[in-house]
């Protein structure tokens, strides 16, 4: 197991060494609640493929790659950190989680989503749309490192 996160680490990958084992990966599990959640909204008519993306993209996504998730939200809760955080936000929490098991993936679900995404994609083809997203990605690497090596 060192041997093969030495591997990944030296060819720019992140490793994530657990405690113990667990069902799937972090990454895909806490993807997979917010496409749940994303779900929910197209399924119930509260917003549009295009309108959750751009929400993502401009929203935390743009945050994401710096801190992640947690300290995101430890930045949000002041100079009370998480603390304040989860005491002043928590409790107004919990009936987004009770939200959090899949929605009934109907035609009509199956359908409006495809929908969705094929408007947001448009003339773009799936090599473009790779491409497009390769290219972001790295760039957004690069940058983050370039601000951590300079506050170094």
Same mark, same amino acid.
């Given at each position: ?17 657990? /405690?113990? !084992? ?20 197209? /399924? ?13 993209? /401009? ?19 002041? !100079? ?37 995404? /094929? ?34």
């Amino acid at each position: 197991m060192k041997w093969a996160a030495a591997w990944y680490e030296h060819i720019g990958k992140s490793v994530i060494t657990m /405690d113990r !084992e667990v069902p799937g990966f972090i990454a895909n599990r806490l993807q997979e609640a917010l496409w749940r959640e994303a779900l929910h909204m197209v /399924d119930n008519g509260e917003a549009t493929v295009e309108q959750i993306d751009l929400a993502i993209t /401009d929203g935390p996504g743009l945050r994401w790659p710096i801190q992640g998730p947690m300290l995101t939200f430890h930045l949000a809760g002041g !100079e009370g950190g998480m603390a304040h955080m989860l005491d002043h936000f928590g409790p107004s929490l919990k009936s987004p989680w009770t939200r959090l098991d899949a929605p009934e993936l109907t035609p009509a679900l199956r359908n409006a989503v495809i929908a969705g995404c /094929d408007e947001e994609v448009a003339d773009r083809s799936f090599l473009e749309l790779v491409a497009e997203r390769d290219e972001a990605i790295i760039a957004i690497r690069n940058a983050v490192a370039a601000v951590k090596s300079a506050q170094k």
